[in-house]
């Protein structure tokens, strides 16, 4: 038996995570990226924050982080 991905069911993150994905959209960043960015350890999130609301686009604040 075989389980489908649907991307309408719900995720479970820990909340730490879900947490730093809210901030992240709040921040400016599209959800599907902030979604990639919450989840990485090596992403601080002060630094992906900060680089936003000093002018930096989302496009280009994601290269430099990742």
């Not at 919450?38 to 686009?57: E, M, N, Q, Y």
Request: hydrophobic residues 45%.
């Amino acid at each position: 038996m075989f389980t489908t991905y649907s991307p309408d069911a719900p995720v479970e993150l820990d909340p730490v995570v879900r947490w730093r994905l809210a901030q992240l959209v709040r921040a400016g960043y599209d959800p599907c990226d902030a979604v990639v960015l919450s989840k990485r350890d090596d992403v601080d999130l002060h630094v992906a924050t900060r680089l936003l609301a000093s002018g930096c686009p989302p496009e280009t604040a994601l290269r430099i982080l990742v």
